[in-house]
């Protein structure tokens, strides 16, 4: 092959390209979940690289045994035949915003071409990472709510609970009250500014975690809780009927997840990650695996999700690189479109043949 070239995409290019929108990264994020429960997505196990510790500390530990990391993700979908193929890198360090160093995370989405494996685009992946973290949470909220919920609470207020709120909206036209708690308190009520005036609901900042959730129906937290040990939100915290999102993993503790009514997970590929929940809670005989209902199943329409409106449910909600394949595909998909991105040249000539 003579020549072979990619369009790259800027962190602004791909928001004009659709990365930040709403309703399509909701809709992208909620077939990929079907998808993935017909059997029609591959999830290749993360690479994760921990750096900054002593290397014994990375031995069977459960959680995030350093603040810096590096993840490596790909999938795989076949979307009605449309065969789609990426490659995520995530680089983070939660504390760089406390230092001065710009957001916790950078990444890049690769878009490959599936038959020759050759990239076709590269672009930004913060602003479809969010979107798609985001969105994952909103589709539990969307099939997982109790009838009549009216309220959410936000813990922490950072790019993916902006992301959460927003396609939370989406999905329930009904709200109209969030709570949010963020230890920056400044940071919170620019928050409920923004959100209130965007959405046109009551956003009211709460001066605890506890308060932020203790009357919310729908609870969603995304912080920089690094492990278990960790946890903070109790079983007295969660009022009846609610629905807590565990979105960032580590926020309740074993016995607030352990005496939950009900269990589901986005997808059964969750599974294979063994240091994480909802794998961690079965291993531990907290939870029968046969018992956790995929997501999938519920979209489809062959299970309900929740069966009484008492019911506690913990809505285990696991990102992968599938989401980042749907929403990176639609972007690169609007790039060629619209003319958007630089083409890079990979080689004018290949050296080896």
């Known amino acids: 092959m003579s020549e072979a070239s990619f369009i790259y995409l800027s962190q602004e290019d791909a928001v004009r390209c659709g990365a ?3 309703a399509a990264t909701v809709i992208d994020t909620e077939r990929t979940t079907l998808l993935a ?3 029609k997505a591959i999830e290749a196990p ?3 690289l921990f750096w900054g510790v002593p290397p014994e500390k990375l031995k069977n530990f459960v959680g ?4 810096k990391r590096a993840n490596i993700h790909a999938g795989y979908l076949d979307d009605d035949g449309v065969m789609k193929v990426a490659l995520k890198n995530i680089p983070s360090n939660p504390d760089n915003p406390i230092n001065g160093k710009g957001p916790r995370a ?3 989405v690769t878009i490959l071409d599936p038959e020759t494996g050759y990239p076709l685009a590269l672009m930004d992946a913060m602003v479809i990472s969010c979107m798609r973290t985001g969105a994952l949470g909103a589709i539990g909220v969307k099939h997982l709510r109790r009838p009549g919920s009216r309220s959410v609470g936000l813990i922490g207020v950072g790019p993916i609970n902006q992301a959460a709120i927003l396609c939370t909206a989406e999905v329930m036209p009904e709200l109209e009250v969030a709570f949010v708690y963020d230890l920056n308190t400044e940071r919170a009520e620019a928050f409920a500014t923004e959100f ?3 959405l046109s609901i009551d956003v009211r900042v709460a001066s605890s975690a506890r308060e932020a959730i203790a009357d919310a129906d729908v609870i969603i937290p995304a912080t920089n809780v690094q492990t278990i040990d960790d946890a903070y939100i109790a079983p007295d915290w969660l009022k009846p009927g609610s629905l807590l999102v565990d979105l960032s993993i580590w926020d309740a503790t074993f016995e607030t997840l352990a005496r939950a009514d009900g269990y589901v997970m986005n997808s059964t590929i969750s599974m294979e990650r063994k240091t994480m929940t ?5 291993d531990r005989g907290l939870a029968k695996e046969e018992e956790i209902i995929d997501l999938g199943k519920v979209i489809a329409g062959e299970t309900r999700g929740r069966r009484e409106d008492k019911d506690v449910i913990v809505y285990f909600a696991r990102g992968m690189a599938i989401y980042d394949v749907m929403c990176g595909y639609r ?3 609007n790039a060629l479109k619209d003319g958007v991105g630089e083409k890079l040249s990979l080689w004018q000539n290949a050296f080896w043949s």
């Open 37 to 39: 429960y017909q059997g």
């Open 46 to 48: 993360t690479a994760t």
């Open 64 to 67: 995030y045994p350093s603040k």
């Open 278 to 282: 909802p794998s961690v809670m079965v």
């Open 106 to 108: 950078s990444g890049l």
């Open 196 to 198: 209130s005036r965007k």
């Open 331 to 333: 972007v690169y998909q």
């Open 20 to 22: 930040a929108d709403v």
